[in-house]
């Protein structure tokens, strides 16, 4: 392709997650809209974080927000993958300066069965409105992203109640109340599946599978009680024709085990190099990251040097999308996170024609 | 060995160290001195933590207790790895039900300067005289761990001053003020392994180093930035003669880099498979673990399972030390203790004559 021909952003971002060649890897980064940027926080000023959600000209403002700054080639769906939970009944509350808390968490298989059931056209109505109105704010050029957290990942957080290290609780309840496990994994599978789809059906590019606390298990654990369920999600997506993005955060150990998964990118946190990636995934698998967030509260220098020799590494093949290794850290000055940009929409593909 | 003379505890024990075929693997559970002993938790209505590990004849009751209880065939120094920093002059507290918390954390060069010179026959006094009375209580064949924090473990709490699941400040100051950085894991180097040769003097047979935080960097990033630090603590205790243990949690992809470090034995997580370890480890190297500690909170009948299976992968060569993947979690069930202890017990070595 001429450089006088560049694609659009979402043909970018669309050919890059199908493995196929572009002049540049498209980026965006995990948690590009968010505290770190004084827009977001003027927007926050006026509404707490949970009314931001449910807001759709809210929640696509601030969806724009990181791409009027630094030009991502796709925005993000302003959401939180706890209303999901919400939605299926728990009660679901952000303290000031707490993570997220749900506050009758799930500890008996009777509990798991009275979650409801979720229609998101009408229980999730305000995040597809969401899609709809960031769609619509976007040029046809911009992509969009939907998300929706991993059935592990979820349950985690139903069961625990709040934030932990070890999430010992559901993995206890894996081994101790298989059933009860099962029956809330089965549960989340279709809750999952059914909210991504809809917003593919609202106009959602792609989608990503958020399993943050999937590295928490050990490789054949994970293979055997939590990726039959990530599978199933993906594979309720498969007709829809939105590249799928699956993520688990401090997940090295599991990339032998992500390849059979479906996903047409796999997400890399910052200690899991793409070349091992790469090598461990199936042929054509496009790999997204996978810059350490902790290098943006560094020089942006330094944050844009270590970008530099990510976007070599990624142009060993087709098939990147530049991110980070995990979402922007609170304090991330926006400087930094401009030089990255800056660096990635500088870089040309050496297999650009 | 016949079994008509099965070695001592302590025998049993450094001979796995050291590579060496035993009857069966030698086992202790990390953080096997704790809450969740009913024993432990009489001594702790007497006195708050600070003063257990500052009382030696309490800190080595309570070492005893779970030798006394699972047959453990070693001892742990108890203490905590957060007096070295306190010693070094921060101010160290444990609130009720909270995490360790250091009051004032270093952020600048000119906090690390001010940090005190320690000698720990000094200032560590009653931690080297916990080791000498824990020594005196066991018996001849009964192993005696001593251990510390790594310097890189240390240097997250002393920036961070509290737990985290980033510890973005140390990680950051890695790359933005990286003079800070290496004289603070100069500084830590240098008291760390005075306090291991001390402990090892007083009559520790081993040292564990916890690099309980190091699986957050990448791979080159450890290699670089922390590995010659550890590699000098363990340098330092090269020529005492006492095996050196290394474990860094959630840190299966640092495996390719570990064997550089001198240590006898590697502590493996339980994302971290024996096998791999061994695969990616110098021949001879010792490794211990593995079992998720999560599985003691499941029936004991599915903890003496997997431990079963563990015993098995691990005596696939000599040199195995049966431990956790991690720390025994608060609220375990010492029955589920008991059954992995009587599971290890009960193991033969297919090696064994």
């Given amino acids: 392709m001429s450089a006088a021909l560049l694609p659009a952003k979402r043909e970018r971002f669309l050919r890059a997650c199908r493995g196929q ?23 926050r000023e006026r509404v707490d974080f949970l009314t931001l959600c449910k807001t759709p000209e809210l929640a696509a403002e601030v969806a724009f927000q990181p791409l009027r700054r630094f030009g991502c080639d796709a925005a993000i769906l302003f959401s939180d993958i706890l209303v999901v939970p919400q939605a299926m009944g728990l009660t679901l509350t952000f303290g000031a300066g707490e993570g997220p808390r749900l506050t009758e968490p799930l500890r008996t298989r009777d509990d798991v069965s009275r979650l409801l059931r979720v229609d998101p056209g009408r229980d999730l109505a305000y995040m597809l409105a969401a899609v709809r109105q960031t769609r619509a704010g976007l040029s046809d050029g911009e992509a969009l992203i939907g998300f929706a957290g991993a059935p592990f990942t979820l349950a985690c957080y139903m069961v625990e109640g709040e934030g932990s290290t070890s999430f010992a609780r ?12 099962d029956e809330l994994m089965t549960r989340l599978t279709d809750v999952v599946a059914d909210c991504l789809q809809a917003q593919v059906e609202a106009g959602a590019d792609a989608v990503q599978l958020f399993d943050t606390w999937a590295g928490l298990l050990d490789g054949p654990t994970w293979a055997a009680r939590v990726a039959p369920h990530a599978r199933a999600v993906l594979a309720r997506l498969a007709a829809c024709g939105a590249p799928r993005i699956y993520f688990a955060a401090g997940g090295p150990h599991l990339l032998p085990h992500l390849g059979g998964l479906g996903a047409e990118v796999i997400g890399c946190d910052w200690r899991t190099p793409l070349a091992e990636a790469r090598r461990l995934l199936p042929p054509g698998t496009a790999v997204q990251g996978n810059l350490d967030p902790v290098l943006l509260l560094a020089p942006p220098a330094v944050a844009a040097a270590r970008a530099g020799e990510i976007l070599v590494e990624g142009d060993a093949a087709a098939g990147h999308v530049f991110n980070l290794g995990h979402g922007v850290l609170p304090g991330t000055p926006p400087a930094a996170v401009a030089a990255v940009a800056d660096a990635v929409r500088g870089f040309r593909s050496r297999r650009a024609a």
Wanted: hydrophobic share 45%; proline share 11%; no cysteine.
């Fill in 170 to 181: 559901l993995r206890t309840m894996m081994h101790a109340d298989p059933a009860a496990y």
């Fill in 21 to 43: 060649d572009v002049d540049r890897p498209p980026f965006w980064f995990m948690r590009q809209a968010g505290r770190y940027l004084p827009e977001y926080r003027a927007v």
